[in-house]
């Protein structure tokens, strides 16, 4: 529609297509759409009001003039007809579109560290990421996604030499990510007291980056018990798989020739010892360590060139927390040195820190506070809460499954993702607000009015399209251009807001009218209306990957 009344203007005026904006007036009685002419004078030398006018008499739409705005009004009936029977035919594919048609995007999110608990801090990537990856495929995009796990770097040579003097295997086998941060602790507090313990370190990791079997079977030990220590929270959040796990550690000896490279190009300075590339404006990167250790943001460069050999992306997403602006900043100037056109394409999904004020969060382990420990807290208070409102519910278990986790990324992801947040687990799961169980209620509560519905032919005749339905209608249309705004910004709380907007309008409809009427045609009508926004806000959630439940 937005397109055919752009195309309508451009060519009445005969203007470029560019030139045509349209917005949604903020009153929402002002008009559906609204065409501010101001752009237009120039060009035409008109007032805006007399183009406005001019347009208000031309087109074929009912139209307003207010300032220099055309206001248009839609057709309330063909709109409302070919809304809803859209939605009720196209279902969880309602809103697929071809923005990204075509195109190769690789999203790179999550990327916990190996032998440290999955903390709160990499929820974030994870749900970011996650909704984004199902966003983009909304979108048409052909999407690669990428668990980057941090398994390499000079710690590992610390673990080892730690492991191998105070760990403990019963300990490792029982609760593996526990012991290894326990004696990785250990490690520092007594190489205060005797510094050579680095050096042990050092020659640890050497070892490692030698391929010497010994290092080698523990870091593979490492590595393997805590991939599947993360599977269980991955398991609690949905996410079933990614199409590569290729951490740092496999680009362990890609990463000579991206030196070789940057020494071609007379990129590399040695300073104090160490080597570097200068950069504009930013502090250097510092490439090799003066011990000759190999470097987090080495790795960083041969896996995007790879990447970009591998997957011929049209862009890549870095799901990754704001502290690590530098590090990609400084990532994308040295692909840029080294004379690659591509580095636009490269963007920094940043976002800001979970902040934890409840006393309820227990900090068992030390500072970090683990995912799974806050899921498995909120799916439990989640079913204290159902029960106290549904003490016969059946599958207990699952549903509140469903809204504990489901709670908790909502919580993330309805904040612009740059922000700090709170987190506080009860305002999180407060069946009023704007949270996650209260979009789930919403849905449940519509979905046992369907059962009203008898699933028959109805017709347009003498109903009423008041301002209310309107406006939820009005909502429902604009589904589509919501999730391409979404992927533009790279910002799934777009479609958070939107999802509680629309359950807002919802809730206004649905207070002011009786659902179930005597006239079976009407009836029939407002219950598809009530369908289509069900069917709309499983799909929404489910780009926020949230579930839904039909009874609550
Ligand atoms: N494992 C890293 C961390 O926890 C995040 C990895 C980010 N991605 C990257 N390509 N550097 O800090």
Redesign the pocket.
């Given at each position: 529609m937005k397109n055919k009344i752009i195309s309508d203007i451009a060519s009445l005026l005969n203007v470029d297509k560019d030139l045509v904006k349209i917005e949604y007036p903020k009153d929402r009685t002002f008009g559906d759409y609204a065409i501010p002419c101001f752009q237009f004078s120039k060009e035409l030398h008109k007032s805006p009001i007399e183009i406005a006018n001019y347009l208000k008499e031309n087109l074929n739409y009912e139209s307003n003039v207010v300032n220099g705005y055309l206001n248009i009004f839609m057709n309330k009936v063909e709109t409302t007809k070919s809304v809803i029977s859209t939605i009720l035919a196209e279902k969880d594919d309602y809103g697929n579109n071809s923005y990204g048609a075509g195109k190769n995007i690789v999203i790179?999110y999550s990327?916990?560290?190996v032998a440290k608990p999955f903390g709160m801090g990499?929820l974030r990537s994870t749900v970011i990421g996650q909704a984004l990856n199902n966003i983009s495929k909304k979108c048409g995009y052909n999407v690669t996604s990428i668990n980057?796990l941090?398994d390499y770097g000079t710690q590992f040579g610390k673990l080892i030499y730690a492991y191998k003097k105070w760990g403990n295997e019963d300990a490792l086998n029982e609760s593996p990510l526990d012991e290894l941060k326990r004696v990785y602790v250990k490690f520092h507090e007594e190489a205060e007291k005797d510094p050579s313990l680095d050096d042990e370190g050092r020659m640890w990791f050497k070892k490692l980056e030698e391929n010497d079997e010994e290092a080698l079977k523990y870091w593979k030990y490492f590595k393997e018990v805590s991939i599947k220590e993360f599977q269980k929270t991955y398991d609690l959040l949905n996410i079933n798989k990614f199409d590569s796990y290729e951490g740092e550690s496999y680009y362990k000896d890609k990463m000579d020739p991206v030196i070789d490279e940057l020494e071609s190009k007379n990129l590399l300075k040695i300073s104090e010892g160490a080597t570097i590339v200068e950069l504009d404006g930013i502090v250097p990167a510092l490439i090799k360590r003066s011990d000759g250790a190999s470097l987090?943001i080495t790795r960083?460069i041969a896996?995007l060139l790879d990447r970009k050999k591998r997957y011929n992306f049209d862009e890549i997403l870095?799901v990754?927390g704001n502290e690590?602006s530098l590090?990609f900043e400084q990532v994308k100037q040295i692909i840029n040195k080294l004379g690659y056109d591509f580095s636009e394409n490269v963007k920094h999904i940043g976002f800001g820190m979970l902040l934890l004020n409840g006393k309820k969060m227990s900090t068992r382990h030390g500072k970090s506070v683990i995912l799974k420990d806050v899921l498995d807290e909120s799916i439990d208070l989640a079913k204290k809460y159902i029960l106290e409102k549904n003490p016969n519910i059946d599958n207990i278990n699952e549903v509140s499954k469903k809204i504990g986790v489901g709670a908790v990324i909502f919580n993330d992801l309805k904040n612009y993702r740059i922000n700090d947040i709170e987190f506080n687990l009860e305002d999180t799961l407060r069946f009023e607000g704007n949270t996650g169980p209260y979009l789930q209620y919403t849905y449940a509560r519509i979905n046992s009015l369907l059962s009203n519905k008898q699933n028959i032919d109805f017709t347009y005749d003498n109903i009423d399209i008041d301002e209310n339905k309107w406006n939820l209608i009005w909502s429902l249309a604009k589904y589509e251009e919501t999730i391409i705004t979404a992927k533009e910004n790279n910002d799934p709380s777009i479609i958070a807001k939107y999802l509680l907007d629309l359950a807002a309008d919802f809730n206004k409809f649905y207070a002011h009218e009786r659902i179930v009427d005597d006239n079976v045609n009407y009836a029939e009508f407002k219950l598809s209306l009530c369908e289509a926004v069900a069917i709309v806000i499983k799909n929404g959630l489910g780009l926020l990957n949230i579930d839904v439940i039909k009874q609550m």
């Open positions: 790179e990327s916990p560290n990499h980057y941090g987090y960083d896996a870095y990754v690590q590090h």
